[in-house]
């Protein structure tokens, strides 16, 4: 029997994808627990490869999600807790309107909790993943550890986003992870290295928060994200401390900064700074939080020697990174910005303090005579001590990503300090702008100039000769026997190779200029075959590679033609002063 043929839109395309409309009926949700629990899953709207049979010949765009993702959700459970979220709102809504306080009270305090923790162990199997998908949970939580009280968002997500990013950043000075730092416009840059995994989020700056409308920015969807972050923050702290052999929750050593009069209660960040100054409690006293070395394994007759030395380079490199700062102590001035600067120091070996009548958690006076270093943003100062260096901020990150301690003379008290420049770009990636201060000093060497065609001279010029002294031996020895036909065959022998010698002599080659606007000329050429050649389902792709090429080299020309303005603004400036 021939089966029953199907009808259309029932296969393919038309069947695998799903509008927004339906899928809100399949589920039985709202539209806000539809995008709450898409958030919290990861599912994302797809785009079709034929929008007209994804929505089965319907115009205009749509939403589509995938049918699989769909039927992923309906199994979820947290679909119930939704519903029965939705269920309690009702309730609760219900007595306020009928002023029942007792039922309101109850209905409180059995409030409906979602607990998130095995959507994060479905998502993330193992530790590796977790510490891979990173970079944006630290990012926000980071951003809404600075907010104040907010009408829209919940002042214990707040505190609680502050708590776990004051604990991640004691697990990275712990265990030395912190590789580069770059200061921008959006706030401190900051890359680490946990479990062989680069980690990068950015802080912003410590400003006056300025309230935003709720049509620029929705707080809700960004308040659901921070909700699945924190509980897979608070994993990956656990973790990391426990493989640091450390206490979690953390406890901190008793420093003294308890002290009544020296609290500073108008700014929460200053605990937060304290906290950072303050050396963790290891779980086993016996051991102290160091990390492990790790040595690189050996294989013999593996035929990869260059690589292994060049990741033994890199490792002493990092190693010698690690402790950049230790045995050095640095006292922060008012005006400089702690808690960046703390973060980086302690994370290299430093110790730091500041003045403890304005902030708590000081661990030393400025009067010290040990302190090393003073990190200083002003041009003058009217006390200064002899036993240490005035330095301004910039030295300290510029000495991280140069993975050695710079001079101190182009960073003094009131010197102008040398771009601050990003770490983060590849110097030998093609079509990138290089300020003229990150290109690389060439050294041009001379060359030894080797006149092979010499050599080759002088080599045949000898073998001639032994040649002619074998045949003048052998004439030598035959003396008298030799007759005189034979000498006579000798002497043609000995015309024939001198011939033959002057013959075949190396002479020094002409050397022909081709025009350059030649070579220039054959060049296009063969670039316009190379181009015929593509394939005809290539040259779209390859239209717009062209297309970004492009692009990229009208950037560079203007960052080029900016950076020649701006040296030229700056040398007159400089003309006019003297």
Same mark, same amino acid.
């Not at 479905?122 to 980071?142: G, H, K, N, V």
């Not at 959006?186 to 479990?195: H, L, N, P, R, S």
């Not at 690189?296 to 030395?309: K, V, Y």
């Given at each position: 029997?021939?089966?029953?043929?199907?009808?259309?839109?029932?296969?393919?395309?038309?069947?695998?994808?799903?509008?927004?409309?339906?899928?809100?009926?399949?589920?039985?949700?709202?539209?806000?627990?539809?995008?709450?629990?898409? *958030?919290?899953?990861?599912?994302?709207?797809?785009?079709?490869?034929?929008?007209? &049979?994804?929505?089965?010949?319907?115009?205009?765009?749509?939403?589509?999600? !995938?049918?699989?993702?769909?039927?992923?959700?309906? !199994?979820?459970?947290?679909?119930?807790?939704?519903?029965?979220?939705?269920?309690?709102?009702?309730?609760?809504?219900?007595?306020?309107?009928?002023?029942?306080?007792?039922?309101?009270?109850?209905?409180?305090?059995?409030?409906?909790?979602?607990?998130?923790?095995?959507?994060?162990?479905?998502?993330?199997?193992?530790?590796?993943?977790?510490?891979?998908?990173?970079?944006?949970?630290?990012?926000?939580?980071?951003?809404?550890?600075?907010?104040?009280?907010?009408?829209?968002?919940?002042?214990?997500?707040?505190?609680?986003?502050?708590?776990?990013?004051?604990?991640?950043?004691?697990?990275?000075?712990? #265990?030395?992870?912190?590789?580069?730092?770059?200061?921008?416009?959006?706030?401190?840059?900051?890359?680490?290295?946990?479990?062989?995994?680069?980690?990068?989020?950015?802080?912003? !700056?410590?400003?006056?928060?300025?309230?935003?409308?709720?049509?620029?920015?929705?707080?809700?969807?960004?308040?659901?994200?921070?909700?699945?972050?924190?509980?897979?923050?608070?994993?990956?702290?656990?973790?990391?401390?426990?493989?640091?052999?450390?206490?979690?929750?953390?406890?901190?050593?008793?420093?003294?900064?308890?002290?009544?009069?020296?609290?500073?209660?108008?700014?929460?960040?200053?605990?937060?700074?304290?906290?950072?100054?303050?050396?963790?409690?290891?779980?086993?006293?016996?051991?102290?939080?160091?990390?492990?070395?790790?040595?690189?394994?050996?294989?013999?007759?593996?035929?990869?020697?260059?690589?292994?030395?060049?990741?033994?380079?890199?490792?002493?490199?990092?190693?010698?990174?690690? *402790?950049?700062?230790?045995?050095?102590?640095?006292?922060?001035?008012?005006?400089?910005?702690?808690?960046?600067?703390?973060?980086?120091?302690?994370?290299?070996?430093?110790?730091?303090?500041?003045?403890?009548?304005?902030?708590?958690?000081?661990?030393?006076?400025?009067?010290?005579?040990?302190?090393?270093?003073?990190?200083?943003?002003?041009?003058?100062?009217?006390?200064?001590?002899?036993?240490?260096?005035?330095?301004?901020?910039?030295?300290?990150?510029?000495?991280?990503?140069?993975?050695?301690?710079?001079?101190?003379?182009?960073?003094?008290?009131?010197?102008?300090?040398?771009?601050?420049?990003?770490?983060?770009?590849?110097?030998?990636?093609?079509?990138?702008?290089?300020?003229?201060?990150?290109?690389?000093?060439?050294?041009?060497?001379?060359?030894?100039?080797?006149? !092979?065609?010499?050599?080759?001279?002088?080599?045949?010029?000898?073998?001639?000769?032994?040649?002619?002294?074998?045949? #003048?031996?052998?004439?030598?020895?035959?003396?008298?026997?030799?007759?005189?036909?034979?000498?006579? =065959?000798?002497?043609?022998?000995?015309?024939?190779?001198?011939?033959?010698?002057?013959?075949?002599?190396?002479?020094?080659?002409?050397?022909?200029?081709?025009?350059?606007?030649? #070579?220039?000329?054959?060049?296009?050429?063969?670039?316009?075959? &190379?181009?015929?050649?593509?394939? =005809?389902?290539?040259?779209?792709?390859?239209?717009?590679?062209?297309?970004?090429?492009? =692009?990229?080299?009208?950037?560079?020309?203007?960052? &080029?033609?900016?950076?020649?303005?701006?040296?030229?603004?700056?040398?007159?400036?400089?003309?006019?002063?003297?």
């Amino acid at each position: 029997m021939v089966g029953q043929r199907k009808k259309k839109y029932e296969s393919g395309e038309g069947a695998q994808f799903m509008s927004r409309k339906a899928v809100l009926k399949k589920l039985q949700l709202s539209l806000n627990s539809f995008r709450r629990l898409c *958030i919290l899953k990861g599912i994302y709207p797809r785009e079709p490869r034929n929008r007209k &049979r994804a929505q089965q010949g319907k115009t205009g765009i749509k939403i589509l999600y !995938h049918k699989k993702d769909i039927q992923f959700l309906l !199994h979820e459970p947290i679909i119930w807790k939704l519903r029965d979220y939705k269920i309690f709102n009702k309730k609760l809504n219900k007595a306020k309107s009928l002023n029942d306080h007792s039922k309101i009270k109850w209905y409180l305090s059995n409030h409906v909790s979602i607990k998130l923790d095995h959507i994060v162990k479905e998502r993330y199997p193992t530790f590796i993943d977790a510490l891979r998908d990173l970079d944006d949970c630290l990012t926000l939580c980071f951003l809404f550890g600075t907010f104040p009280s907010l009408a829209h968002i919940p002042r214990d997500q707040t505190l609680l986003c502050r708590r776990l990013v004051v604990e991640f950043m004691h697990a990275v000075i712990a #265990a030395k992870a912190l590789r580069k730092v770059f200061i921008s416009i959006k706030g401190y840059y900051y890359q680490a290295e946990i479990k062989g995994q680069t980690i990068t989020w950015i802080v912003p !700056h410590n400003f006056c928060f300025e309230p935003q409308k709720k049509s620029e920015i929705d707080f809700i969807v960004m308040s659901t994200f921070v909700e699945f972050y924190t509980v897979l923050l608070g994993f990956v702290n656990f973790k990391l401390y426990h493989s640091l052999n450390l206490y979690y929750p953390p406890k901190l050593n008793d420093i003294g900064c308890h002290d009544k009069e020296l609290v500073d209660e108008e700014a929460f960040v200053s605990e937060r700074i304290a906290a950072l100054t303050a050396p963790l409690i290891s779980s086993n006293s016996d051991r102290t939080v160091e990390e492990e070395e790790c040595q690189i394994d050996q294989f013999s007759n593996t035929g990869e020697t260059d690589q292994l030395e060049a990741t033994k380079v890199e490792a002493a490199k990092i190693d010698k990174l690690k *402790i950049l700062f230790k045995g050095l102590k640095f006292f922060i001035n008012r005006e400089v910005p702690r808690e960046p600067l703390v973060f980086v120091l302690r994370c290299f070996g430093a110790e730091v303090s500041w003045d403890k009548t304005l902030f708590i958690g000081a661990t030393f006076d400025e009067n010290d005579e040990t302190i090393t270093h003073q990190i200083i943003d002003r041009p003058s100062i009217d006390k200064q001590y002899i036993s240490r260096y005035y330095v301004q901020p910039q030295w300290v990150f510029d000495s991280v990503n140069a993975r050695e301690r710079l001079p101190v003379e182009k960073y003094l008290m009131g010197v102008t300090l040398p771009p601050h420049l990003s770490p983060f770009t590849d110097d030998q990636h093609d079509q990138v702008y290089i300020p003229p201060e990150a290109r690389p000093s060439v050294e041009i060497g001379v060359q030894n100039k080797n006149d !092979h065609g010499e050599g080759i001279v002088h080599d045949e010029e000898e073998e001639e000769e032994e040649v002619e002294e074998n045949i #003048a031996e052998e004439t030598e020895d035959t003396g008298d026997e030799m007759s005189s036909h034979k000498k006579k =065959k000798t002497k043609k022998i000995k015309k024939k190779l001198e011939k033959l010698n002057k013959e075949m002599k190396v002479k020094a080659g002409e050397i022909t200029v081709e025009p350059q606007w030649d #070579a220039q000329r054959k060049e296009r050429q063969e670039y316009r075959l &190379r181009e015929k050649m593509i394939k =005809k389902k290539h040259r779209n792709l390859y239209k717009s590679m062209m297309q970004g090429r492009e =692009k990229r080299a009208k950037e560079i020309w203007l960052l &080029r033609k900016k950076r020649r303005l701006h040296d030229t603004a700056e040398d007159s400036c400089t003309k006019t002063n003297e």
